[in-house]
């Protein structure tokens, strides 16, 4: 059972595009993050939020809580942008597995084309 | 700088060996993690610690070892029992469980 499920798998986007990737969790959450992992593989935190709307230059991170749902937003995509983007959730309490710990979707890999 | 280092990036061992991957940070976080990543999955947690001398076992433990003996250091130790030990390992750090974390750069491990 998935705990937590992105959409989409995949994205392709022209340069400029705005961008879209959403994020859906099962049960209650402390927080909510957003993680974007480069080819190489290491991971950058971009975003932590438990509420409302956070915005970070081009990146703009939002939740709805009680519709158990986020979307990271990016305006103006560049190549650059190209990326895994991960949602990660810390559960208040996650039944039968480890607490205090995060639950990590399978990622959305973003290709911006020049 | 302040940040999390994972050493060596990529490393190889037999089949049979025991590994051990090293993780380090200076930013005075308490918690430390290990994750695994296996190509189309999402992360999976191995162990974590809440605190020094303290470790807890993740999701998928069997196979692994981890210390705690300071607060800077988590290593992790692949042993022969684990059965498909081919994978990028992730090391992170956090203020406390549950708030922000912080990675390092992964070791891809081989095993052959």
């Known amino acids: 059972k998935n705990e937590v499920e992105q959409s989409p798998q995949n994205l392709t986007a022209q340069e400029g595009e705005f961008i879209t990737i959403n994020c859906s969790y099962s049960?209650?959450?402390?927080?909510l993050h957003w993680l974007q992992q480069h080819p190489g593989g290491g991971i950058v935190s971009l975003f932590m939020l438990s509420s409302g709307k956070k915005k970070h230059g081009r990146l703009i991170a939002t939740i709805n809580i009680q519709e158990k749902h986020s979307s990271l937003h990016i305006t103006a995509s560049h190549p650059r942008d190209s990326a895994v983007y991960i949602c990660?959730?810390?559960?208040?309490?996650?039944?039968?597995?480890?607490?205090?710990?995060?639950?990590f979707g399978k990622g959305t890999k973003l290709s911006v084309k020049p | 700088d302040g940040g999390i280092t994972q050493s060596p990036k990529y490393l190889f061992r037999k089949e049979g060996q025991n590994v051990t991957l090293s993780c380090e940070q200076n930013l005075n976080h308490d918690a430390m993690y290990w994750y695994r990543q296996d190509p189309g999955q999402g992360l999976r947690l191995i162990y974590y610690s809440q605190i020094v001398n303290d470790f807890q076992k993740g999701d998928i433990a069997e196979g692994y070892s981890v210390s705690r003996e300071k607060k800077e250091s988590f290593p992790l130790t692949v042993t022969s029992a684990q059965k498909n030990p081919t994978a990028f390992y992730l090391c992170?750090?956090?203020?406390?469980?549950?708030?922000?974390?912080?990675f390092g750069q992964g070791t891809r491990l081989t095993v052959v």
């Open positions: 049960v209650g959450i402390s927080a």
């Open positions: 992170a750090s956090s203020i406390r469980v549950n708030t922000e974390a912080f």
């Open positions: 990660a959730v810390g559960f208040s309490t996650r039944p039968g597995g480890s607490q205090g710990n995060l639950i």
